[in-house]
């Protein structure tokens, strides 16, 4: 199979699907892989390394789009590329549809197929290919909110961790999974008070285990209501797999909290568990409303790419193996799939994106 690795367009995003070891193994399998000229600087990786181990750089996208058959990816694709897309393309990226009934629509009408990385299950329930950006996006957000506190940018002028003789930050994280239990472990290990909330009690216990200073509790709203007016910083990662993130902090919350107080809303690909959060980027990541300091930025781990390209790269590779050598018939991949002949065939994106405005709108 012929097998595209595009340059990703969306603003600060320097991922690149696959480096170039991963392209090797691509190519060893028997297949050919074309790689868009400057599409893996951002992470470090030069075109001649691809060449280096067998890949064709294409001097455009066009070009690229019109020879390969599967389109392998980082971010969703944007309104320039609509066109690049054919009916014949396996589409093979993170793609978070339920909050993007655009993309959803013009998906359909192209009529290729779609299986999005976020919606890839494993027998146990499991994300393999969420987990490494959701690793990376939790250690971010207390990397960006402990920064976002400082007085310059804005916040309550508030060592994360404190110091002898002073108060420690607290942070309130909503969601215990793969990003929001990364969140906790950092924050707890610079020093912060920090409380979780999270529906299941193993999670919950996992996360008490993490040190003294963390408590973690079920998400009751009033327990939570009562956390976020005395947070500094508050990182939403709450996830139904493929689905519309739930708003469960709410502007009434958002409100009560301290004036600088950061919110990071780990979510935003899925619309987002915060009321008064909206889509950033990392031209201009930041906004103040309700006199808090909202982070909204949609594709986090880009802050990162040589990291996160190497990290998604390894999880991918088995999988862009198996879509290369058979298509969708993977039972992990066919759960993954989210769009095929111009229909909506994932559960939980077609409930979402049920009554939700199209592209034209």
Partial sequence: MRIGVPREVKPYEGRIALVPDAVSALVAA??????ETAAGVGSGYADGEYE?????????AADLYAQADLIVKVKEPTEPEYGWLAARHILFSYLHLAANPGLAAALQRIGLQAVAFETVMAADG???????????AGRLAVHIGLNLLHAPAGGRGLLLGGVTGTERGHVVVVGAGEAGGNAVRVAAALGARVTVFDRLRARQAAMTAVGDNVTALPAYPHALADATADADLVIGAVLVPGARAPRVVTRDMVRAMRRGSVIIDIAIDQGGCVETMRPTDYRAPTYREEDVVHFGVTNMPGAVPRTAA???????LPYVLALAHGGVKDTQLRGGLNVAEGRITHPAVAESLAGAPGEDD
């Fill in 52 to 60: 280096a181990r067998g890949a064709t750089v294409t001097s455009t």
């Fill in 30 to 35: 028997g297949h050919d892989v074309l790689v």
């Fill in 126 to 136: 499991s994300l393999p290919l969420l987990a490494p950006m959701s690793d990376i």
């Fill in 310 to 316: 190497q990290a998604l790269s390894a999880t991918i």
